[in-house]
C-alpha cells in the first residue's frame, strides 16, 4: 500500500451483505469497487411469490448502480469472478463471462505495486488489485447427493430460477389442459417441494393458492381434483426451528389449502418423470421445487478459502478469513460460530454482517482493532397463505392475521426503492381483493426464444 | 357439416383482431377454438416503452386465459400452426412447437367427416378440423434483402424482442463505463434506430429520454457528449402519412431530445459493428433497432393463401380469402383495397376487423351474405417525449402537451386488464414525477441463462 492514494476495498456480490457493505463504505476514504454478474439487486425474500405468478419479477429487483448513484466513492462493474488470490490481494475477473474487458478501470485498479500513473502497459488487466476484499457472494442449493436433483429439480436461489419455476407451472397446466392421457395429466398436475423450512412451507402454500384459487378458473375443463401439491421434508417436523406450536399451525394452514405434507420424506432419488423417497414410495411429476438445502459457495473452495463441509467459509468473530486480516466474509457465506450452529442464512444477518464488516474495515484503517460481529436478532416470519403466517419474535409467537399483516409489512419496507415498494404493495391488495394471481404469463418462454420471428404474433402497427 | 354438433370456428393468432374475433363470437351458437404460440396477449403499441426501461412486460400482457374466463365456448391451445388446409378445413399443429399433444381435444375436433363419438383411433390427431377459419396472425419484420438486416438488427415485433433489446441496450451502457478504447466506447454508445414512421419516431424519442434523463445519472464516469441516437429514415420525412406539420414538430422535437434525424438515409448494410447507408456513410454501432417495414407473413404463402408483394393475404370487401367462403383474415395479415394503398396496420384495424369477420361469420351461419368491412378512422398518434407527441384526427392536428395527454389517455384505456392499467398509470406517473426510468435491469440475462447456480448470487434466506 502507498500514501499517495486511497485504499481500495472490492466487494465480490451485491446481494444484501455486499450493498449493505458498500452504503456504510459511502463517503468513507475508500475507494469501492462493488462486482455482481447481475447489474441487479434481487430481493431473495419475495422470489416464492414470483414463481407463483403474484408479482413480477421486476418489481423486486432494483438496479444496482440506482443504489449506488448517491455513493460517490462506489464504482460498479458487471463481472463475474473467476479466481481470488488473498496474498497478492488480487481479483481475476472471468472475462468471458463478464462485461469488463480488459484495461475497463482504472490504471491503478491493476497496478498491483507502486502507483504507475495510468499505464497499463506490462499489467495484467483481468487482474483487480485490493487492499481490502469482501466476499459476499451468497449461497447456493445444496442437494446432498441426491442423484437427478441438480438436473432436473427447480431450486429458487435466483431471480431467474423463480421465472422458470413460474413459466414451468404455467407450461404444465397447458400441457395438462389438452393430455387425454389421465396418468401423464395427473403427472403434469403433481407439484413437488422438498425441503419443509421457511421457503418450502411458503412455496407450498403460495402454489397452493395460485393453483386453488386462480388456475381453477382458467382451465374450466380440468378437474383441480387431479391437482396435488406435496411438501416432502425430511425432518419430523415443519420449520424445525420454530417453536412446536407454530409448526402445528404451519401444518393445519398448509392442509387447509391443499397441500399434502409428507413428514420423514427424505428424497433418494429424482428424475424427469418422479420423485422418489427413500421408504420407496414415488410420486410421478414433472415438477419437483428443491429448497431443502443451501450450500455456502462452490467457488470459495476453489478460491483456496478455508471452507466447513456445508461449503462456507471459516471466519474469526469479527468475519475476517483466518491469516488475512484484510479479508471479510458477509452474508450466507460466511460460516460463523460452531458447525452445526451457524448464524441462519437471513436477510437481516447478510444486512447486518456486510455494515459489520464495512465498518471493521474503516477500523482497521483508523489503526483501531476489528470488533467482533453480534447479531442482532429481530425474529423469524413464515407466511403460508391469505391471512396465515407464523412469526417467531423472542417469546413472542403470533399466528394467523397478525402475522400475515406483520410478515407483509415487514417485507414492504425491506424492499429497495419506493417506487417497488408501490408495485409490489399494489399487487398484493390486488390479489388480495380479487383472490386471484394476475403474473400468469410464460414470459420469456425460454424454449422458444430461438423462434423465427415470423410465426405467430400479436399484431403491431406498421410504419 | 353435420346438424349434430356445433359448427367449429378455429381462431390463429391472440392479437387484436384473433381476441376481437372471439370476444365477438362469445355466447354465440358456435365453438370457438383460439391459437397461439404464446400464453398471453400483449399491447404492441406500448413496447418501445418496454425496450427503453419504462414499463416492466408482464404490465402490458395478458394471459389469454384470463381474456377467456367468461367466455364459456371458447377453448384455448398454446400451439404453433403449421400447415393450413383450406379445402380440407384442417390446421396441422407443429407439435415440436406446441404443449398441445396429440388427441388433446375432443374427438369431433379431429373428426373431419361424420362425428365419430370420442373414438380417436384411425385419426391424425395433429390435424384441427374447423368450418369456419380466421387468420390473424400478424404481422413481422419485413428487412428488404439488406445485408445483415435479419441478423444483426434488433426488430420489435414481440414482447420478448422488447425485453432484448432493452437488454442489450444497457449492456452496451455496462460495457462502454469500462471500455478504455475510445473508439470502441463510441460504437457502444451509438444507437441506430432505421425507420422514421411511428415506431421508428417513438422509440427514438424514448431512447433519448431514457439515456439523456435516466441513464446519465448511473454512469458518471462516462462522456455522454459521445452518446448517439440516429434515426435513419429512408424517405424525404417522417411520419410520412402525417400532415407536414406535424412532421415538422416531430422532427423538431427529435433533435431537441438530442436524435439525430437522417432523412433520405436508405440502409445498405447492416454487420455486427456498424450500420452503412447507400449514399456511403456509415455508423459503428453495437444496436441497430429495425422498424422499417413490414411483411405479412411468410408463412400464408407457404400455407398457400394468395398473397401480395409485402406478404399479406388478398382479401375480399368481407375479409374472406377468394374462393372460400369459411375462411377469413383480419389484422395486419389482411389486405385490403389496393396494393400500396392498403389499410394501416393499427391495433384500431385490427380490431375492427376481428370484431367484423367474427360477425361475418354469425351471418353466414343464419343463411345470410357477410357484409364488406368498413374502417372506422379514429385518427393516428405518435408520442416523441415528456409532453411532445403528435395527434391526427381527421382534420384535427394536436401536437405538444394536449396530444401526449391524449396519447397517454388512449393507451391507458385500450389496455386488457384494469390491473394492467393500473400498473401502467403508476409507472407513468413515477417516471413524469422523477424524470427517470425505473427498470433498467438486464432481466433475464438471456447470454447467460445456463451460467452455473454457484457462481456469484444475491443471498437467500436458507432452511
Not at 41 to 55: D, I, K, N
Not at 167 to 186: G, L, S, T
Not at 240 to 262: M, S, W
Not at 384 to 403: E, N
Request: glycine share 8%.
Amino acid at each position: 500500500m502507498t500514501a499517495s492514494r486511497r485504499l481500495r476495498v472490492v466487494i465480490v456480490g451485491a446481494g444484501f451483505s455486499g450493498v449493505g457493505a458498500a452504503r456504510t463504505l459511502a463517503d468513507s476514504p475508500v475507494e469501492v469497487l462493488l462486482l455482481d454478474r447481475n447489474n441487479y439487486h434481487a430481493f431473495s425474500p419475495l422470489f416464492h411469490q414470483v414463481a407463483t405468478g403474484e408479482l413480477e419479477p421486476e418489481q423486486i429487483a432494483y438496479p444496482v448502480r440506482g443504489i449506488l448513484r448517491k455513493l460517490s466513492n462506489v464504482q460498479f462493474v458487471m463481472a463475474e469472478v473467476k479466481q481470488v488470490n488473498l496474498t497478492k490481494q488480487v481479483v481475476e475477473i472471468d472475462e468471458a463471462k463478464s462485461v469488463a474487458p480488459r484495461g475497463s478501470l482504472r490504471a491503478d485498479w491493476y497496478a498491483c505495486g507502486p502507483p504507475a500513473g495510468n499505464v497499463l502497459e506490462n499489467v495484467d488487466q483481468s487482474l483487480i488489485c485490493y487492499d481490502f476484499l469482501i466476499l459476499s457472494v451468497g449461497s447456493t442449493s445444496r442437494f446432498f447427493g441426491v442423484p437427478g436433483a441438480v438436473e432436473h429439480t427447480f431450486p429458487l436461489k435466483t431471480l431467474q430460477q423463480a421465472v422458470l419455476l413460474r413459466n414451468h407451472v404455467f407450461d404444465c397446466f397447458e400441457r395438462a389442459a389438452h393430455e387425454p392421457d389421465a396418468k401423464r395429466r395427473q403427472q403434469l398436475l403433481t407439484f413437488a417441494i422438498v425441503g419443509g423450512g421457511p421457503t418450502g412451507v411458503e412455496v407450498a402454500g403460495a402454489q397452493a393458492e395460485l393453483i386453488y384459487r386462480s388456475l381453477v378458473q382458467d382451465y374450466p375443463t380440468l378437474d383441480f381434483r387431479q391437482v396435488r401439491v406435496l411438501l416432502l421434508q425430511g425432518a419430523d417436523s415443519l420449520l424445525p426451528t420454530f417453536p412446536q406450536k407454530l409448526q402445528a399451525y404451519t401444518h393445519k394452514q398448509l392442509r387447509r389449502l391443499g397441500v399434502e405434507v409428507y413428514l420423514q420424506a427424505k428424497v433418494s432419488q429424482v428424475t424427469k418423470e418422479s420423485v422418489t423417497l427413500r421408504d420407496g414410495r414415488s410420486f410421478d411429476t414433472k415438477t419437483v421445487v428443491w429448497t431443502a438445502g443451501v450450500y455456502g459457495n462452490p467457488q470459495a473452495e476453489a478460491w483456496g478459502l478455508p471452507t466447513v463441509g456445508s461449503g462456507k467459509v471459516l471466519v474469526s468473530s469479527t468475519l475476517q478469513v483466518p491469516g488475512y486480516s484484510n479479508t471479510y466474509v458477509a452474508g450466507d457465506l460466511a460460516a460463523l460460530g460452531s458447525e452445526g450452529n451457524f448464524l441462519p442464512m437471513l436477510a437481516p444477518v447478510a444486512i447486518q454482517q456486510g455494515q459489520a464488516v464495512a465498518r471493521n474495515i474503516l477500523r482497521q484503517i483508523k489503526g483501531r482493532n476489528p470488533l467482533p460481529f453480534r447479531y442482532r436478532h429481530q425474529g423469524s416470519m413464515v407466511i403460508i397463505g391469505r391471512h396465515a403466517a407464523v412469526a417467531h419474535l423472542g417469546k413472542l409467537s403470533l399466528t394467523g392475521f397478525p402475522a400475515w399483516l406483520l410478515w407483509l409489512g415487514v417485507h414492504l419496507v425491506a424492499l429497495v426503492g419506493v417506487r417497488n415498494r408501490l408495485m409490489v404493495m399494489i399487487s398484493w391488495i390486488w390479489s388480495y381483493l380479487f383472490r386471484d394471481r394476475f403474473v400468469r404469463l410464460i414470459l420469456p418462454p425460454a424454449i422458444r426464444a430461438s423462434a423465427p420471428t415470423h410465426s405467430i404474433a400479436p399484431q403491431q402497427r406498421s410504419e
